[in-house]
């Protein structure tokens, strides 16, 4: 099967278990900063056993070549060319969009749950400026040639030490800025064991995120899944986002099966206009991203 039991002769399967136990030992006496601390720990360990390579370097100055992707995208080239408009672009932009868009309102609203920040409705108050920065952020991003500069599932562990407040991602905001000059090390925490050609691991930043997983899911209590109107779309979203690794791809799922129950059950008038029009626009990108790949092949 695609899934199934790692390798525990492996020496990266066996780092990854030590740093498991680790990073969950110190989660659970809730030491601050136990995530960090679990990482520092298995990296030292990994470094000991020879799992991981030593660095060769630890500073470096960026270079010229660094900042070759400033300002280089070619967006007219993209949706325009030959004199044609290339439906296959605005597809594949309108597929990136949903799933950036519900990516980062999983995200919110996981992290928002974790911080004790939303309201008694389960939403976040002042959404429209998340948003706005996000969606600046992922425009500035693009144009300065890097990856998706947006919202991340994994800032549920500062919010598990006490981050609450615009402080937190400003002070992480500078050390990414510090880290520019530490990335041969940096690139050794996280860069990954390659197994094989192609093939990476990487045993020291796994444990964090399956102890972010953790937290993520104790918001689960609240879901009544004796309701199976609210049980089945709820467990879809849930089941689907590691299976897809995309957290949009859940959240598409979960709107289409609920719908769909609600209409089916004759319940149609129970659904808000912009559930139906949220699920239909899934329902499109899901179809429009299957063009697009066909089309791109």
């Known amino acids: 099967t695609a899934v199934t039991l790692g390798d525990f002769t492996a020496s990266h399967t066996q ?13 659970a006496f809730r030491i601050k900063g136990g995530i960090l601390l679990g990482i520092v720990g ?3 360990v990994g470094m000991i056993f020879k799992v991981i390579p030593l660095p060769t370097q630890y500073f470096s100055v960026p270079t010229k070549e660094s900042f070759s992707t400033f300002f280089q995208a070619d967006i007219v080239g993209a949706v325009w060319s030959n004199g044609m408009l290339n439906i296959a672009a605005l597809v594949m932009v309108f597929a990136l969009f949903m799933t950036d868009f519900f990516d980062t309102m999983g995200t919110v609203i996981g992290v928002g ?17 998340v948003l706005l920065v996000d969606s600046l952020a992922a425009v500035a991003g693009g144009l300065f040639g890097a990856s998706s500069v947006t919202t991340y599932i994994e800032s549920a562990s500062g919010v598990s030490d006490g981050g609450r407040t615009g402080i937190m991602p400003t002070v992480t905001g500078f ?6 000059f530490f990335a041969p090390l940096i690139a050794v925490v996280g860069g990954g064991v390659e197994i094989a050609e192609g093939v990476y691991k990487y045993p020291v930043t796994s444990s964090a995120l399956i102890i972010v997983g953790f937290l993520m899911m104790t918001v689960m209590t ?5 309701d199976y109107e609210i049980g089945i779309p709820a ?10 690794y995309s957290i949009a791809y859940g959240i598409g799922f979960g709107f289409i099966s609920y719908t769909l129950i609600k209409i089916f059950k ?3 008038k129970q659904l808000h206009p912009l559930m139906i029009i949220v699920s239909i626009l899934f329902a499109v990108a899901f179809v429009a991203q299957f063009l697009a790949e066909k089309f791109a092949g």
């Open 266 to 268: 004759g319940k149609i």
């Open 113 to 129: 749950g974790e911080a004790k920040l939303l309201n008694e409705k389960g939403s976040l108050p002042n959404l429209k400026r």
């Open 235 to 244: 467990f879809l979203t849930i089941i689907i986002m590691p299976f897809t």
């Open 15 to 27: 780092l990854a278990a030590f740093g498991l136990v680790l990073t969950a030992i110190l989660v």
């Open 42 to 44: 298995t990296t030292i």
């Open 175 to 180: 050390l990414f800025l510090v880290s520019i």
């Open 222 to 226: 609240k879901i009544d899944f004796k």
